[in-house]
């Protein structure tokens, strides 16, 4: 079992920039891949961006060159550093964690971008 809590969400004007981190705690030696997706009202939850225990990223193509991932591993966190928000950004934002045998979701922390 591998447990996460997110933390960084908050409501921030188009154009601005929050940093989300979510910390892994239980069975975090079997952990392969981190990351980020997110669910808007109405809509499928989508992959954000994953980062490999080798530092390998995905980036969804709406978020590249805006978003970052960055993973401390002494810590078992992983941050999304998200510029340049958009009101398309709003959704709620869940850390994801991928084991040789599951993956896991946090509870999430909501993201609303609105002037």
């Known amino acids: 079992q591998v447990q996460l809590v997110e933390s960084g969400g908050g409501l921030v004007q188009p154009g601005g920039s929050l940093t989300l981190s979510c910390v892994a705690s239980g069975n975090i030696f079997s952990i392969r891949a981190m990351g980020w997706y997110r669910q808007a009202p109405g809509k499928e939850r989508e992959l954000v961006v994953t980062?490999?225990?080798?530092?390998?990223?995905n980036y969804a193509d709406s978020v590249k060159g805006r978003f970052t991932i960055s993973r401390d591993n002494a810590k078992n966190t992983v941050y999304l550093q998200m510029n340049s928000l958009k009101p398309e950004d709003t959704a709620g934002y869940s850390c994801?964690?991928?084991?040789?045998?599951?993956?896991?979701w946090g509870q999430g922390t909501q993201v609303t971008v609105s002037s």
């Open positions: 994801y964690v991928r084991t040789l045998t599951h993956d896991y």
């Open positions: 980062i490999t225990s080798g530092g390998v990223t």
